[in-house]
T-cell receptor, first 114, second 110 residues
């Protein structure tokens, strides 16, 4: 079956521009996560959606970052006024939302801010 | 200090070697421990998942957790070139957010 998909796979943008990254989770998964993977930094949690509950935004690094999840499915991560330090791979994962179930990751979006 | 420490490597071994990958952590509330494998330009995939202290074996892979020392390990027996990847440890307290190590890059040469 289809896994988690993300688009675009690569994005190059100029400093100061806004970008939108998209995640399509596995059908039926109620939980959706965004992580950021920077060189030498491992995966850093950004935000977590679970069903209709308020999202856990505790990992968002600044107010330039926001995310939404429409209809409990597709999610968009928006970065406003991009900075060079935002360059990273942005990974999305989804799960059934049960206690400690497996998170399935997408291939990521590689963002480069020039 | 990071909550989870992991040597970034690279770790280079010949085919057939036993590989030992390790992480240490500082948060005693962590209860669930995972190992993910990540190939270049791909998302991480779950390899092993453990809850309690002790060993868990799956084929050539063994995960070991020592909560008293806050230390987890992944052993790979009879390593293969196809095992060449980055291995990430991850853990959480029972809530969904995962805390990851930086990952160890493993290179298995034929």
């Amino acid at each position: 079956g289809a896994g988690v998909s993300q688009s675009p796979s690569n994005k190059v943008t100029e400093k100061g521009k806004d970008v939108e990254l998209r995640c399509d989770p596995i059908s039926g998964h109620t939980a959706l996560y965004w992580y950021r993977q920077s060189l030498g930094q491992g995966l850093e949690f950004l935000i977590y959606f679970q069903g209709n509950s308020a999202p856990d935004k505790s990992g968002l690094p600044s107010d330039r970052f926001s995310a939404e999840r429409t209809g409990g499915s597709v999610s968009t991560l928006t970065i406003q006024r991009t900075q060079q330090e935002d360059s990273a791979v942005y990974l999305c994962a989804s799960s059934w939302g049960l206690a400690n179930d497996e998170q399935y990751f997408g291939p990521g979006t590689r963002l480069t801010v020039t | 200090q990071k909550e989870v420490e992991q040597d970034p490597g690279p770790l280079s071994v010949p085919e057939g070697a036993i590989v030992s990958l390790n992480c240490t952590y500082s948060n005693s509330a962590f209860q669930y421990f995972m190992w993910y494998r990540q190939y270049s330009r791909k998302g991480p995939e779950l390899l092993m998942y453990t809850y309690s202290s002790g060993n868990k074996e799956d084929g050539r892979f063994t995960a070991q957790v020592d909560k008293s020392s806050k230390y987890i390990s992944l052993f790979i027996r009879d390593s293969q070139p196809s095992d060449s990847a980055t291995y990430l440890c991850a853990m959480n307290t029972g809530f969904q957010k995962l805390v990851f190590g930086t990952g160890t890059r493993l290179l298995v040469s034929p």
